[in-house]
């Protein structure tokens, strides 16, 4: 029962960052957004694998974690204002 509502406030907060993330005032406010969400959706995931006692959970947030660890990357790197590709 817990876990289930550890479950809602982890959604609570995703609405929230989601609300930053389309009225952030400047880029890297709704970057620092996005990251912040995708950390609550990981989290949500590790729950749900708990919650479920499915560990395929637990492989799918691993592998969104480094694609978001990638995309985050990738992003700070344009808006520096270097390119990927150096």
């Known amino acids: 029962m817990i876990l289930l509502g550890v479950l809602i406030i982890v959604f609570g907060s995703c609405l929230f960052c989601a609300l930053r993330a389309a ?3 400047t880029a890297p406010d709704r970057v620092i957004a996005i990251d912040a969400l995708v ?5 949500a995931l590790v729950l749900l694998g708990v919650y479920y006692r ?14 978001a660890f990638l995309g985050t990357l990738a992003i700070a790197k344009y808006l520096e204002g270097r390119g990927i590709e150096t």
Request: hydrophobic share 70%; aromatic share 18%; no cysteine.
């Open 23 to 25: 009225l952030g005032p």
């Open 39 to 43: 950390v609550l959706m990981i989290g």
């Open 54 to 67: 499915a560990p395929i959970y637990l492989d799918v947030a691993l592998v969104y974690a480094f694609f």
